[in-house]
């Protein structure tokens, strides 16, 4: 059974995609940044924006019948390497105990300059 999830934000009709799709026993969440999609407010520190993304992610694994803890994969993709560390310490606070495989890249850029993280990850259900 596949089932899409959105967040309501207007990129995801926009440019055509899901938040997350959820096929069987496994949730596919899709690259996260650090709005606050409340607000549409991107804050300026990368570990703020970090601490954003992971609230998106939780919300979306809740509505999928899934939690954080059940994260199996993620990868982070930074804008600069000054900001792997600051992104990885909220990442080891989230995952600490849980330990998803997970890479770190550091590409030219994301779609809007204010973003600098964006985070997906792969989930089992149940």
Same mark, same amino acid.
Request: aromatic share 10%; glycine share 10%; charged share 20%.
């Given at each position: #059974?596949?089932?899409? @999830? %959105? %967040?309501?934000?207007?990129? &995801?009709?926009?440019?055509?995609?899901?938040?997350?799709?959820? *096929?069987? *026993?496994?949730?596919?969440?899709?690259?996260? %940044?650090?709005?606050?999609?409340?607000? #549409? @407010? #991107?804050? &300026?520190?990368?570990? *703020?924006?970090?601490?954003?993304?992971?609230? %998106?992610?939780?919300?979306? $694994?809740?509505?999928?019948?899934?939690? $954080?803890?059940?994260?199996? +994969?993620?990868?982070?993709?930074?804008?600069?390497?000054?900001? !792997?560390?600051?992104?990885?310490?909220? !990442?080891?606070?989230?995952?600490?105990? @849980?330990?998803?495989?997970?890479? @770190?890249? =550091? =590409?030219?850029? $994301? $779609?809007?300059? &204010? #973003?600098?993280? &964006?985070?997906?990850?792969?989930?089992? +259900?149940?």
């Amino acid at each position: #059974m596949r089932r899409l @999830i %959105t %967040t309501g934000s207007p990129f &995801e009709t926009a440019f055509g995609y899901s938040r997350a799709v959820v *096929d069987g *026993d496994l949730v596919f969440v899709s690259g996260t %940044t650090g709005y606050d999609y409340a607000t #549409m @407010i #991107m804050p &300026e520190d990368v570990a *703020d924006q970090a601490h954003n993304i992971f609230k %998106t992610i939780a919300g979306v $694994l809740v509505e999928a019948g899934s939690s $954080l803890d059940q994260v199996v +994969r993620a990868q982070y993709f930074v804008t600069d390497r000054a900001f !792997c560390e600051p992104v990885l310490r909220v !990442c080891g606070a989230v995952f600490g105990a @849980i330990r998803p495989a997970a890479g @770190i890249y =550091v =590409v030219a850029g $994301l $779609l809007k300059p &204010e #973003m600098k993280v &964006e985070i997906e990850v792969t989930a089992r +259900r149940g």
